[in-house]
């Protein structure tokens, strides 16, 4: 399998109209994950801090909690989860393939299902929660659903205004004319959603497939998008106390100020694709992506190769209480050594 494919996989390339559906927690009667010996060697797709541990997942509905080691955790399901977030050291959710959202309340030890529907085939990549109550998931193909009640019933909302202007005419066409062709192209012609971030000011900054970059400051119900003179796609983003950092595609990364008004590319010693980063000072970043890749970018747009390994995909990096720099991807999780 191509990391294209795991992308898709995972990361994906691994005033809006809203058409409301709504769904409720009721179980759809998925198969719950396995819990394996080998789990933490297994494809893992993201790493959250969460208290003074650390919550990874990844393949097969894998979760494992880290408290000075790693112990895997059952779940609910065994679809793929592709990301997880925590609120605080308690509440936190996972999304994953099969449109599927789990909860926890108890800092990853136990998990609970809020949503599991393959029948809709397009995974969640990502999700935020703004307090308790309000939330957003996202994915494939414009995949967007909401909460106002800490995920006890999802809203899906489609985000027409992230339409190239030609798709909003086509659509219009199509929806006077036959409503079935109308609802099949609507699922289709969004780009992928791969990764949603509340900024210091409150903002919602959302990237994805062909150029992505749109941000909204009406807690996501409508987004607009930002001067960004790329149309590869962006699987991460990150803020620094100064700047913010978009992501992706071949290498490419772009900084803007906190004004988002104009993107500057950085050049990179690599053309790998970054998945994932972390902020390591004020303006100091680790980047993790494809062929193995760690990167280290300074506070001066400097950076420098901290290791390569090959054979081996990247795509989250996190830091423990102890100051170990956590590295997940195709192979598992490992410390990055100095």
Not at 123 to 144: K, M, T
Not at 158 to 169: I, T
Not at 286 to 300: F, P, S, T
Not at 309 to 324: F, M, T, Y
Request: aromatic letters at 10%; a negative charge; hydrophobic letters at 40%.
């Amino acid at each position: 399998m191509s990391f294209r494919i795991l992308q898709c996989v995972a990361v994906l390339s691994f005033g809006g109209a809203f058409f409301p559906s709504t769904l409720s927690a009721t179980p759809s009667d998925p198969i719950f994950s396995q819990v394996q010996p080998l789990a933490v060697s297994s494809l893992i797709l993201d790493i959250a801090n969460v208290g003074a541990g650390l919550v990874a997942v990844g393949e097969r509905g894998h979760a494992l909690v880290y408290d000075g080691s790693w112990h895997q955790v059952a779940t609910p399901v065994s679809s793929q989860l592709t990301k997880v977030f925590f609120l605080n050291e308690k509440r936190g959710w996972a999304v994953g393939h099969d449109a599927t959202i789990l909860q926890t309340q108890d800092g990853g030890q136990t998990w609970q299902q809020q949503m599991h529907s393959p029948e809709i085939e397009k995974p969640f990549l990502d999700v935020v929660f703004l307090d308790e109550n309000n939330g957003i998931a996202i994915g494939a193909y414009g995949l967007f659903y909401r909460t106002n009640d800490g995920g006890a019933q999802w809203r899906e909302e489609f985000h027409e205004e992230l339409l190239a202007e030609e798709d909003v005419a086509y659509l219009a066409e199509l929806k006077g004319s036959d409503q079935s062709a109308y609802l099949s192209a609507r699922a289709s012609l969004l780009p992928h959603f791969n990764r949603i971030l509340t900024l210091t000011d409150g903002r919602l900054l959302l990237v994805g497939e062909l150029g992505l970059v749109a941000v909204s400051g009406d807690q996501g119900k409508t987004f607009t998008r930002t001067n960004f003179d790329y149309d590869g796609s962006m699987f991460n983003a990150v803020e620094t106390k100064n700047a913010v950092y978009v992501m992706g595609l071949r290498g490419h990364i772009f900084k803007a100020d906190v004004s988002l008004s104009q993107w500057n590319q950085i050049e990179l010693p690599v053309q790998s694709s970054i998945n994932g980063a972390m902020v390591v000072s004020d303006d100091a970043l680790y980047l993790v992506g494809n062929a193995g890749i760690v990167i280290k970018l300074n506070e001066d747009d400097t950076s420098s190769i901290v290791t390569r390994r090959q054979g081996e995909n990247l795509v989250s990096i996190a830091k423990d209480n102890q100051g170990n720099m956590w590295l997940s991807g195709s192979q598992g999780l490992f410390i990055l050594k100095p």
